[in-house]
């Protein structure tokens, strides 16, 4: 660890270092514009191509604004309404006012022209009728401004996030050291790594297009493994330094020990966050770079300034204590450290490995059973919160004008320009067989065909939502059977896909299926090495990977119970879609794999120090676990608070990563990693360190184990 010696070495270097690295990192977040991505960038499959060629033909619709008029008089309001559009710039076109079935409500539809990027001005204008006319209710929802105000609800639970788990995280870091300065240690660190992680995002961005999902995800994994990493190496600094080291050969010893497990965690997120790259996705790549970027800067800080501020703070850390929670520290050191709880209930688990391990396998097996039944889908306006206001509208909209309701898909054929009017009757020929067939309707736009010529487009609607399970079946029935025979009389050199939001759905579940068992096979070997690389030990590498396998299977049954089956929604706040949002269960697997190997290396890291000192395994085992079980309910503790933080945020995407892993890490920290880890292990004994059994390093500066650990005056 030569990064950490040279830090502690030289430690005003390394902390005005770090404090230059976030300085310059947030200038750039100031200075860079973000590049989000665009539509463009979630083209998948067939149904990619077709929006291509709509996009290349000009025949994309342009984004449309609908005002709902309700209330007596609307017709009237709904007119004059509609005059003062037609004067607003940036608007295109505004259609005559439509009246809903029973004539209760009017809608004017507002189509922007070209490059109009910001729906404000027609807000502007419908809010000064809106405030005309008291009586009636007069609200505005379309594409532009649903996505401003998702995009603003998004930054507002970010906010809350970032604002809620900083004094969160304090409080559970004062629990865990009970001094002021020790407990800032961590969450400054956490709190630094993220700023500079969002400021680098800004030109990386331009690279890597940023997900609108990419922001919270960084102060989800940054705070998590920022403060668990400090705390790792805290922990083991203080405890040296309370058997009477100096603080620099405390640091040192924390840097052999707790800063080569960080950095041997630290590689196993970045292995599995880097699946992410496999699936091919926009969403899954930004999502890949953000995690891989804070938990990198999260390990450099742990290694650089980390041991820079404990050598320049040395007993100083432990000040100012504050009175109750250090003697509630004392106490929980007592009661968990060697000889305390821990080995009390570690106790039964070493006597009888074998119903420990069947005890705890049924409970986890249990909560998996639901994943078998889980269904996914994208985002729909159904799982949008219902405290946005262009949502209500939008609904409000549906229910008086149904017509456009139920998926659909879009047929485009690109075809020599003389042959257009071939292309037009194959297309009106395909609109009447797949209506015949009772599954599609006509959406009543007709043919549509580019000014020159060469692309032509149908709308087919279906009488599904788009959530319906026969919705996948209509798009295969349409690609594999109608277009083909509809196409089929077409001269040679014709092109034709389908799209449209059915298609969609349909290529990204198909892309994420085919590349699931490539993602899950890529992490599992990928940390299953680094396990090999680090313990020498293959048994070791197996039994871990097949516990990450059984915590996500857990986390995936809890994700179905609550958001699909809709298990605890009143008590969270949100109605059940019937699904759980369709790029979460992979996201889940990755970052559930990479954080929970914190401190399953912390763990056997300790394990293997008693076995390379001469400890049978099972003691070693016992032992081991004793002497960190503080620090593992510190940081599981940690984790679990900041991702339920999440849980109670609007968007329910944010929901279900927050209950997903909160939920996850707390089964994995306890019955997974403290049950079914040390029951293998006693089960196996020495067997498991094939086939090189762990031996003390020559020179290797590392503390004998002792007594409970008495605490630092």
Do not use: C
């Not at 639970?157 to 020790?182: H, K, N, R, W």
């Amino acid at each position: 660890m030569r990064a950490a010696r040279w830090s502690a070495e030289h430690p005003w270097r390394a902390i005005l270092a770090w404090i230059a690295l976030v300085v310059a990192a947030v200038g750039l977040a100031v200075a860079v514009p973000t590049h989000e991505t665009t539509d463009a960038d979630y083209r998948v499959g067939e149904s990619g191509r077709a929006d291509a060629m709509v996009a290349d033909a000009g025949l994309t619709q342009p984004d449309t604004e609908n005002v709902l008029v309700e209330g007596p008089g609307a017709r009237r309001v709904a007119t004059d309404l509609a005059d003062r559009l037609q004067d607003v710039g940036g608007v295109a076109d505004v259609t005559a006012p439509q009246a809903s079935a029973d004539g209760t409500a009017l809608l004017v539809s507002v189509a922007l022209a070209p490059g109009v990027e910001d729906a404000g001005a027609v807000q502007a204008v419908t809010e000064q009728v809106a405030a005309e006319h008291p009586g009636l209710s007069v609200r505005e929802a379309g594409d532009l401004s649903i996505d401003a105000a998702i995009n603003d609800q998004v930054a507002d639970d970010l906010g809350s996030a970032e604002t809620i788990s900083l004094p969160v995280t304090l409080l559970l870091m004062l629990l865990a050291f009970g001094a002021l300065i020790a407990a800032g240690i961590p969450v400054l660190l956490a709190a630094s790594s993220v700023a500079v992680t969002l400021g680098l995002m800004a030109p990386l961005s331009h690279l890597v297009p940023a997900d609108l999902t990419v922001s919270s995800m960084i102060v989800l994994i940054g705070m998590a493994v920022g403060v668990d990493y400090s705390l790792f190496y805290l922990k083991r600094e203080r405890e040296e330094r309370a058997k009477g080291r100096t603080t620099l050969e405390a640091v040192e010893i924390a840097a052999q020990t707790s800063g080569h497990s960080i950095l041997v965690s630290g590689g196993a997120v970045i292995a599995s966050m880097a699946g992410l790259f496999v699936v091919g996705n926009a969403t899954f790549d930004s999502l890949a770079v953000g995690s891989i970027l804070v938990v990198a800067v999260a390990v450099l800080g742990s290694i650089t300034v980390l041991p820079a501020l404990l050598v320049k703070l040395g007993r100083w850390a432990d000040r100012p204590r504050v009175p109750l929670l250090w003697r509630v520290n004392r106490r929980l050191e007592r009661r968990l450290g060697r000889g305390g709880a821990s080995r009390r209930l570690l106790a039964p688990v070493v006597r009888h490995p074998r119903a420990a391990l069947l005890l705890s396998g049924v409970v986890v097996v249990g909560l998996a059973v639901p994943a078998l039944g889980m269904r996914t889908h994208s985002a729909t306006l159904d799982t949008l919160p219902t405290s946005i206001p262009e949502v209500q509208t939008v609904k409000a909209i549906s229910a008086e004008f149904p017509a456009d309701e139920g998926a659909n898909a879009t047929v485009v054929v690109r075809a020599d320009p003389a042959d257009r009017t071939e292309v037009a009757g194959a297309l009106e020929q395909l609109t009447r067989a797949a209506v015949a067939t009772g599954t599609f309707v006509a959406s009543g736009q007709g043919v549509q065909t580019s000014a020159d010529g060469s692309t032509s487009l149908v709308v087919l609607g279906m009488p599904y939502d788009e959530t319906d399970d026969r919705v996948p079946a209509a798009v295969h029935q349409l690609r594999d059977e109608l277009v083909p025979a509809a196409v089929a009389g077409l001269p040679d050199g014709s092109q034709h896909a389908v799209g449209g939001g059915a298609a969609e759905e349909v290529d990204f579940l198909q892309q994420q299926q085919g590349r699931l068992a490539l993602v899950i096979a890529f992490v599992l070997l990928l940390t299953m090495l680094i396990m090999v690389v680090t313990f020498r030990s293959v048994p070791l590498a197996i039994i871990s990977t097949l516990l990450n396998l059984a915590s996500v299977g857990a986390a995936f049954g809890v994700l179905t119970l609550v958001f699909q089956r809709g298990w605890g929604s009143g008590q969270l706040d949100f109605t059940s879609p019937g699904f759980v949002i369709d790029w979460l269960p992979l996201f889940v697997l990755v970052v559930l794999v990479g954080l929970s190997m914190d401190y399953h290396v912390f763990v056997l890291s300790r394990v293997r120090e008693h076995v390379g000192r001469g400890l049978p395994t099972r003691l070693a085992v016992e032992q081991g676990i004793a002497d960190t079980a503080g620090v593992v309910a510190s940081a599981a503790a940690v984790m679990v608070s900041v991702f339920a933080i999440f849980a109670t945020l609007s968007m329910i995407e944010m929901k279900m990563m927050g209950v997903g892993l909160s939920a996850a890490i707390l089964l994995d920290a306890t019955l997974v990693r403290l049950v079914m880890l040390p029951a293998i292990l006693v089960l196996l004994g020495d067997r498991v360190w094939w086939p090189v059994r762990p031996a003390r390093p020559r020179g290797e500066v590392v503390a004998e184990p002792e007594p409970a650990y008495s605490g630092v005056n």
